[in-house]
């Protein structure tokens, strides 16, 4: 270390500049001639670089390098002597000088060995003798260049003016091309994309060369599947037993076009309605090169048309009076049913008529009047209307509904339309009908009145007899000497008592007669129910009769008679009461129920755990004079189901009871 | 023979109809007894003796016509006089083919339905006494001996003793004395008589 650093160190040694004695000017000419001597060195490698860098094509190039190096490193040496003159480092400044020696050694030798290789290289006099040869001979070519780029430039010229004329030619064609790549493309992806339609070609056979989207979807076949099959296969059976597909082709063929519609097949199997036009295509010769075949799926417009005319023909076959005429009264149509009511023969005929000449004389007024005018308002009118015959002027019962008819969303003009039926017959029918009613109404009273006479008579003739019995025992105790007074009075207040008990019929059958003519309300039955328990509390007594009743809150009222159905009732809780009378061995049970059935009607239940109905007794019950009581009359029943007839109701005993007899009634409930 | 007072059997439903017919009959003397069913007049025991029975058609449960059915079955030869009040003519027939005495329609006369009660209790008493009679025959009957049953049997039919001798295959003289047995024993007056007997007790038929 202290070696390197001694080295770089003056130590003891002098500058240089003591050899000057510092002498001003000797040490300024010394460092000025030192320092220009250096900078010169460091130009001239620099420069020799820059040269062997420019002529890569200069021989022993590498001589250059080495007198860059050795002139490179006597530069150093002058820079040390520089140095040294106010620094003491001449070890520093002996070991550049030894390396310039070294440097400078190399390079001499070097030399030497270059120099017969230099010699071998042409002399300058040589080569500018060459020189001046190739000048000339490249004078001759320069003159000969130059005529040729001359001719050249002549001929350039012609060509670039070709050239654009070609090069505006070209750039034309291609735009047209694109152009018409382009159309074809688009009409292409026009064809392929088109839903709607099928478009494919035939051949000129018929075989399928080409298959749009729309075809696939329209008739189910990929492209894959029916490119290369024969269009046939579209047709349903019956059109190909009569050759339809040739024909189709054929009539193309001749006259360059077939249009037509029909029913087609699609993959599956199913029917479509097809549109289709087959389009002969033809070569510049005229010779048939295939076909071009457009589909189009109709079946929606078909199955409408369909749809219009099932509904065109439901107004047609309908045997109502339809007709349509405009807001003003004129008619626009008038079906054959309706033409036929009405003797009109036509629709010239239909077409010269206006509404009110429909109508018969007794209802004009009510048509003008009142029926058109709410058919404006309302719009519909619906009720009876007289017609006339055009022919016979005779009248025609109609039931008459007249409506707006047309779409108010559409731009049509609403027109009145008329649905109308004859109800001539329904008038008849009715006339009739109300006649038998008025019979059915007299034949019930006549029954009513039969059974209420005989029950009358029955109920009369009891006391009556008893009367006459008794008054005739007296006429014989009084016809002896001494009569049993007593007897006798006993029976003359038994004959009172049975003439008013006779008297009391009267007034009951009286009573009863002027509720023949039924007061109808609507009754609660429930409430019958308890009015009529109400009235017998004594029987109940009497015979130790438990009265259960199950009656339905809420029970829906009848229309009907209070008094009357009091009376069904009472007679049937009456019944049910005295059937009891004599049974023992179980509890004398009346049960009184009441429900509304699923029809709407209200069933009454009286039930008792009395003797019951035997089958013999229950095929007569309701016979007059049939009774199974010890007190009965025998009338009951026959006059309770009258009433509960003439409300349009039931009463009948079940048949299975097991104890006792049960009697059930229904009657409609208000609605 | 004494004979027990007639009783009327009275069967109405209503009881007015019941308790004016008993005073009218006693008002003629006659004892009535009053039902208001058909089983109630069946459920009782009625008292040996002659009487007539007054039926309302119309009852509950048994009818009248039908107690007169019951009552033929049962061999009860008790004469029914019917009252209605509400006849009609099918009912009337039934009615008189089943034997009844009379058929009445309410309110009667007083005098219709006592004539035809006396005539009812009267054809009972008949009835009853000739049936009295003959089962006094029956008894006396039971006292002959087989043979004299033999020639009382071929007497009944007609035959001279000479015949019945014949038949019998004895002498004619012990036919007469067989003969004059049984009409001893049948307490018979006379020939004629015996053949009567013979009759009533059904002999007069060949017995096989």
């Keep these: 270390m202290e070696t390197i650093w001694a080295f770089f160190s003056s130590n003891d040694f002098m500058p240089h500049g003591y050899c000057y004695v510092w002498n001003t000017k000797l040490v300024l000419l010394h460092v000025i001639s030192d320092s220009l001597i250096f900078l010169s060195y460091l130009s001239i490698p620099i420069t020799l670089v820059y040269f062997i860098r420019k002529r890569r094509d200069v021989p022993f190039n590498w001589v250059f390098v080495c007198f860059g190096v050795f002139i490179l490193a006597c530069g150093g040496t002058h820079l040390m002597e520089v140095w040294t003159v106010w620094h003491a480092n001449y070890w520093f400044s002996g070991a550049?000088?030894?390396?310039?020696?070294?440097?400078?050694?190399?390079?001499?030798?070097?030399?030497?060995?270059?120099?017969?290789?230099?010699?071998?290289?042409?002399?300058?006099?040589?080569?500018?003798?060459?020189?001046?040869?190739?000048?000339?001979?490249?004078?001759?070519?320069?003159?000969?260049k130059q005529e040729l780029e001359l001719r050249v430039q002549q001929r350039t010229a012609d060509l670039t003016n070709a050239n654009q004329i070609l090069q505006a030619e070209v750039s034309q064609r291609t735009q047209t091309e694109e152009k018409l790549r382009r159309s074809e493309e688009r009409f292409r992806s026009l064809v392929e994309t088109v839903q709607d339609y099928a478009i494919f070609m035939l051949s000129p056979a018929g075989v399928v060369t080409s298959w749009n989207a729309g075809a696939q979807r329209m008739q189910g076949y990929k492209a894959d599947e029916i490119i290369g099959q024969h269009f046939s296969r579209f047709f349903l059976p019956k059109d190909l037993e009569t050759d339809k597909p040739k024909t189709e082709l054929d009539v193309a063929a001749e006259e360059g076009r077939f249009a037509g519609e029909g029913w087609r097949a699609r993959r599956d199997g199913s029917r479509f309605w097809a549109s289709i036009v087959i389009t002969a295509l033809r070569d510049p010769q005229g010779k048939l090169v295939g076909f071009s075949k457009i589909t189009r799926d109709l079946t929606e417009r078909k199955e409408a048309e369909e749809e219009r005319r099932k509904l065109a023909s439901l107004v047609e076959n309908s045997p109502d009076f339809i007709g349509l005429a405009s807001l003003e009264g004129q008619t626009l149509f008038l079906n054959p049913a309706g033409q036929a009511l009405v003797g009109l023969d036509g629709d010239n005929q239909v077409h010269a008529t206006r509404i009110p000449d429909y109508i018969a004389h007794e209802d004009q007024e009510k048509m003008v009047q009142q029926v058109l005018p709410i058919?404006?308002?309302?719009?519909?009118?619906?009720?009876?209307?007289?017609?006339?015959?055009?022919?016979?002027?005779?009248?025609?019962?109609?039931?008459?509904?007249?409506?707006?008819?047309?779409?108010?969303?559409?731009?049509?003009?609403?027109?009145?339309?008329?649905?109308?039926?004859?109800?001539?017959?329904?008038?008849?029918?009715?006339?009739?009908?109300?006649s038998t009613q008025a019979d059915l109404a007299h034949v019930t009273r006549v029954t009513t009145m039969g059974e209420l006479t005989a029950s009358i008579a029955h109920e009369i003739n009891q006391p009556l007899s008893a009367i006459v019995n008794n008054a005739n025992a007296c006429r014989r105790m009084l016809a002896v000497p001494s009569p049993d007074m007593d007897e006798v009075r006993q029976a003359v207040t038994d004959i009172a008592d049975l003439g008013t008990r006779a008297g009391e019929v009267i007034a009951r059958v009286r009573t009863f007669m002027k509720k023949t003519i039924p007061m109808k309300t609507q009754v609660d039955l429930n409430q019958v129910i308890s009015d009529v328990l109400a009235l017998i509390p004594e029987e109940r007594v009497t015979h130790k009769i438990s009265v259960v009743t199950e009656l339905r809150p809420g029970l829906p009222p009848v229309l009907g008679d209070r008094i009357q159905l009091q009376q069904v009732m009472l007679n049937l809780i009456m019944n049910g009461i005295e059937s009891m009378t004599s049974i023992v061995n179980r509890q004398r049970v009346l049960l009184i129920r009441s429900q509304v059935q699923e029809s709407g009607h209200v069933l009454v239940t009286v039930q008792d755990s009395g003797a019951g109905l035997d089958t013999t007794s229950i095929s007569h019950i309701f016979d007059t004079f049939y009774t199974t009581k010890p007190s009965g009359m025998g009338m009951g029943l026959a006059i309770s189901r009258s009433i509960v007839e003439a409300h349009g109701g039931r009463l009948w005993p079940v048949t299975d009871a097991r104890d006792g007899a049960i009697f059930n009634f229904t009657l409609p409930a208000c609605a | 023979m004494t004979e027990n007072r007639p009783i009327v059997f009275v069967v109405d439903d209503e009881p007015a109809i019941c308790l004016s017919l008993q005073r009218l009959l006693k008002s003629v003397g006659l004892e009535a007894q009053t039902f208001a069913s058909a089983q109630e007049f069946l459920g009782v025991k009625r008292p040996d003796g002659p009487g007539c029975?007054?039926?309302?058609?119309?009852?509950?449960?048994?009818?009248?016509?039908?107690?007169?059915?019951?009552?033929?079955?049962?061999?009860?030869?008790?004469?029914?006089?019917?009252?209605?009040?509400?006849?009609?003519?099918?009912?009337?027939?039934?009615?008189?083919?089943?034997?009844?005495?009379?058929?009445?329609?309410?309110?009667?006369?007083?005098?219709?339905?006592?004539?035809?009660?006396?005539?009812?209790?009267?054809?009972?008493?008949a009835a009853r006494l000739e049936c009295a009679k003959v089962n006094e025959f029956k008894t006396l009957y039971v006292s002959l001996t087989a043979r004299e049953r033999e020639v009382f049997s071929l007497v009944a039919q007609g035959l001279l003793n000479k015949q019945i001798a014949a038949q019998l295959g004895v002498a004619e003289k012990t036919i007469k004395v067989h003969r004059g047995q049984v009409m001893h024993k049948m307490k018979a007056e006379s020939l004629a008589d015996l053949v009567r007997i013979g009759e009533k007790l059904a002999l007069t038929s060949p017995k096989p």
Excluded at chain 1, 413 to 432: F, H, M, V, Y
């Design chain 1, 96 to 144: 550049v000088k030894a390396l310039t020696a070294v440097a400078s050694l190399a390079t001499a030798v070097l030399l030497v060995r270059l120099i017969p290789q230099a010699l071998a290289l042409p002399s300058p006099e040589l080569l500018r003798r060459e020189i001046v040869e190739r000048q000339y001979a490249q004078e001759a070519l320069q003159h000969a």
């Design chain 1, 375 to 434: 058919v404006m308002r309302d719009g519909h009118w619906e009720g009876e209307m007289r017609f006339r015959h055009f022919k016979t002027g005779k009248t025609i019962s109609m039931h008459q509904h007249i409506f707006f008819a047309g779409d108010p969303s559409s731009d049509h003009p609403r027109s009145l339309a008329t649905i109308s039926r004859d109800i001539t017959e329904r008038k008849q029918a009715e006339e009739a009908l109300r």
């Design chain 2, 53 to 125: 029975l007054v039926l309302d058609v119309r009852l509950p449960g048994l009818s009248g016509l039908d107690l007169q059915q019951e009552l033929l079955h049962a061999k009860v030869d008790l004469p029914i006089v019917f009252i209605t009040g509400h006849g009609d003519i099918p009912m009337t027939v039934r009615a008189m083919k089943a034997g009844a005495v009379e058929f009445l329609t309410k309110p009667f006369r007083d005098q219709d339905l006592i004539d035809a009660i006396q005539h009812g209790i009267e054809k009972h008493r």
